[in-house]
């Protein structure tokens, strides 16, 4: 089943409210990692700090930066689904060609794989492992 006009119009506006909330997480996520860890904790005094306020804030930056990378993963989703749509191959799965279910793109807009495909693609990935 191809898509119709006003639903791709719909996914597409749906796309691009989901990029420009992922951009925004991504740039929140940057400046909070980019402060020193006084900043960031509000402690502006002249005490030293802690070694386990140290590990506490190193780990909180890694956590970040795990964030960033999984939202500037989406935002690659993303760009490349709003590619298909101009390319006119949005709503099709990349890997067999047939349709993406509706109820599908709804869920996850910038998904490329029809389930079947995702399905098996996780079930190789796990033997794999």
Do not use: W
């Not at 099709?92 to 279910?101: L, V």
Request: some cysteine; overall charge positive; hydrophobic content about 30%.
């Amino acid at each position: 089943m191809k898509l119709n006009k006003p639903q791709l119009k719909a996914f597409k506006r749906q796309l691009l409210d989901a990029r420009a909330k992922c951009a925004d997480e991504i740039r929140s996520i940057a400046k909070e990692t980019s402060k020193n860890p006084r900043e960031a904790s509000g402690d502006l005094s002249g005490y030293t700090v802690h070694m386990a306020d140290m590990s506490a804030d190193t780990y909180e930056r890694e956590l970040s930066m795990g964030l960033v990378s999984s939202e500037q993963e989406v935002l690659y989703q993303i760009d490349e689904a709003l590619k298909r749509m101009d390319e006119g191959t949005y709503g099709a799965c990349q890997q067999c060609s047939k349709p993406i279910s509706v109820s599908r793109l709804k869920a996850v807009p910038y998904t490329a794989q029809c389930i079947t495909c995702q399905r098996a693609q996780e079930q190789k990935a796990k033997r794999a492992r």
